[in-house]
């Protein structure tokens, strides 16, 4: 199967810094999408991004399909963005989801 | 946005009995429904797509006879874990798409934490 590696695997932040996170796959891959966990468990959608460049608030997201790697942009951290950052990718036309290992975020004040 | 319910949110049980846990989604009709399972400190593993009125498709590894899904309508997944041991002790957490929500993207439950004693 695909290979995805998320970087880095942790994460501790300065309350107002900026980081940036990267999804690297092994092969080709469909529909890739990143989610935030909090801490209670509770996984939210952030971007459905097979390629391009999105933006949402403080958050943004580049993936270039042709070199396999899509990249989360967090600016001015928040504590509330602590958690871990998922990236992950559509195995079938099902809609059924490959995950990434994660980025565990923590953001101290 | 849409909105998928679990319930129970934490449920704890002795070993050899089964749990049932119910996924829904609120606001939108969900032909198809996940079932993942995430263990501590790690990431989500797919057990199962849950089809309405046809039977699960599970994973490989995952024992369909243990891990018993029903779809019975268009918004409740079941997932009932049958004599349950300690190694089935995980946080499960169910995802649903709403096809009319435009972009291919998933809702997830809020989870359901089991701890098997």
């Known amino acids: 199967g695909i290979q995805v590696e998320q970087s880095p695997p942790d994460l501790i932040l300065q309350e107002g810094a900026n980081s940036t996170l990267r999804c690297n796959f092994s092969d080709s891959v469909n529909n890739l999408q990143w989610f935030h966990q909090n801490p209670w468990g509770q996984l939210i959608n952030l971007f459905y991004i097979p390629s391009g460049t999105k933006q949402n608030g403080r958050l943004s997201a580049t993936t270039v399909a042709t070199e396999r790697y899509s990249l989360l942009y967090i600016s001015s951290s928040q504590t509330t963005d602590s958690g871990v950052y998922f990236c992950?990718?559509?195995?079938?036309?099902?809609?059924?989801?490959?995950f990434g290992a994660g980025t565990q975020v923590v953001v101290t004040p | 946005g849409a909105v998928v319910s679990q319930h129970p949110s934490r449920v704890i049980c002795k070993s050899g009995t089964s749990v049932k846990i119910e996924c829904r989604s609120l606001?939108?009709?969900?032909?198809?429904m996940f079932w993942y399972r995430q263990f501590p400190k790690q990431s989500l593993m797919l057990m199962a797509t849950?089809?309405?009125?046809?039977?699960?498709?599970?994973e490989q590894g995952v024992e369909k006879d243990k891990f018993l899904i029903n779809h019975a309508s268009l918004t409740l997944s079941t997932l009932t874990v049958t004599s349950a041991h300690p190694e089935d002790s995980s946080f499960y957490i169910c995802?649903?798409?709403?096809?009319?929500?435009?972009?291919?993207?998933?809702?997830f439950g809020p989870g359901t934490r089991l701890t098997v004693l």
């Open positions: 995802s649903a798409r709403d096809p009319g929500g435009g972009a291919r993207t998933q809702y």
């Open positions: 849950s089809n309405e009125g046809s039977k699960a498709t599970y």
């Open positions: 992950a990718y559509e195995t079938d036309s099902w809609g059924k989801l490959q």
């Open positions: 606001d939108f009709q969900a032909t198809t």
